[in-house]
């Protein structure tokens, strides 16, 4: 619907235009700005009509000031941090990584402590960052043993702050209070053993010594602090008697190097000789085993003979001669020969013979040949004799 139009009343553009409203007067707003800051304030502060508003300026440029005061109290403790609030000095609170608000100094203060990262002191020298380079300190280096030498140690000690309200109230200066210490504590372990430990063997162990009595004494001071580890930087003797103790070194080297070569030597030869004396006892064994069945047979072929024997007395008996003097000269070099059933000249090999040892000279009566008639004990006893002979040409 347009303006002109019937019931449009006629609202034109230019209608109106006398009539305006004039703009509201700047004394009444700042009237009304002041009761809202004084009901702010408390509701103390206003004016009425007919007051100066220069008072309502003055109230501004107070207010203004006291709120950016108060902004300045709100601080923010990053992760991994710690807030620790002081109200004139003395120890309010600590909080925990977020925004948080104090009164704005000089009533109250915060600190922020770092709880998390991995500190270090260095005890017997100092590392210059910026040049790269390391300067001993010999006064904190030099440490007397057991055995009265002198050693030169250096070490570095890593540690945190797990308390941040003892770290920063307890002691009055926490670093150096833990270079002390731990000053301290390394000459209690270094003064228990001797340097041949100390440069040697214990150099790994003792660490963990010196980081436990470390935290013994941090923990009676409750300095609020927690030792991570202690690193043995470097162990050695003065530099006036260096030589002679790399001398040392060397020599227990060596000493170290035969050592291992005559375990590899035994660690050879000791399973060798462990498999032949198992073999040796595995062979004594059957040895064992196989005599005692032998002679069970033996046993057990008498006893069957000694049957036989009592049933037939004489033929058992010849026929025990005959395998008794079949079985003795098949080991000796002597010859039977039955001369008495005929004249048929003999041959004999006498170069065999001789290499064989028998003797070339000839048989007397009696003496080598010898007849089945005879007895058979004086058999046996010349063949024996014979026996005896032939050995005694042999050894000529």
């Not at 308390?163 to 228990?192: C, H, M």
């Not at 790399?246 to 020599?251: H, P, R, T, V, Y």
């Amino acid at each position: 619907m347009s303006w002109n139009e019937p019931g449009g009343n006629k609202k034109d553009p230019w209608s109106g235009r006398d009539q305006q409203e004039t703009p509201p007067d700047l004394e009444e707003v700042m009237r009304t700005l002041q009761e809202k800051m004084g009901g702010w304030l408390g509701g103390g502060i206003g004016i009425g009509k007919g007051e100066n508003p220069k008072n309502t300026l003055l109230v501004f440029l107070v207010a203004i000031p006291l709120v950016i005061w108060a902004l300045t109290g709100i601080y923010i403790v990053d992760e991994g941090n710690r807030g620790v609030v002081t109200r004139f000095g003395k120890y309010i609170e600590t909080t925990q990584p977020g925004p948080h608000w104090r009164l704005p100094a000089p009533f109250e203060k915060h600190a922020i402590v770092n709880v998390e990262q991995q500190r270090f002191i260095e005890v017997g020298y100092r590392t210059n960052i910026r040049q790269q380079t390391q300067q001993s300190f010999a006064k904190e280096a030099l440490m007397l043993t057991q055995d009265e030498n002198i050693i030169n140690l250096s070490l570095s000690v890593q540690y945190r702050i797990k308390d941040a309200k003892a770290y920063l109230f307890n002691l009055n200066d926490p670093d150096l209070t833990l270079r002390q210490v731990t000053e301290s504590a390394v000459r209690g372990v270094i003064g228990k053993n001797t340097m041949d430990f100390v440069l040697t063997d214990g150099r790994s162990g003792f660490a963990d010594e010196v980081k436990y009595d470390i935290q013994k004494i941090l923990d009676q001071y409750d300095a609020g602090i927690q030792v991570m580890a202690v690193n043995i930087k470097d162990a050695q003797p003065p530099e006036e008697v260096q030589s002679a103790f790399e001398d040392a070194i060397k020599a227990r080297e060596d000493e170290q190097r035969l050592k291992n070569e005559a375990e590899a030597y035994a660690n050879d030869v000791i399973p060798k000789a462990r498999g032949a004396a198992a073999r040796l006892m595995e062979e004594s064994e059957g040895y064992k085993l196989r005599m005692i069945a032998k002679a069970k047979g033996e046993a057990g072929r008498f006893e069957q003979l000694l049957t036989e024997y009592q049933k037939a007395p004489e033929i058992t008996r010849t026929r025990l001669y005959i395998d008794a003097i079949e079985e003795i000269l098949s080991k000796t070099n002597t010859l039977l020969l039955d001369v008495k059933g005929g004249n048929n000249m003999i041959y004999l090999p006498v170069d065999k013979l001789q290499r064989l040892g028998v003797s070339a000279e000839p048989a007397k009566d009696n003496d080598s040949t010898q007849t089945f008639q005879d007895s058979p004990d004086s058999v046996v006893k010349n063949i024996r004799g014979s026996t005896v002979r032939g050995r005694e040409g042999r050894t000529q």
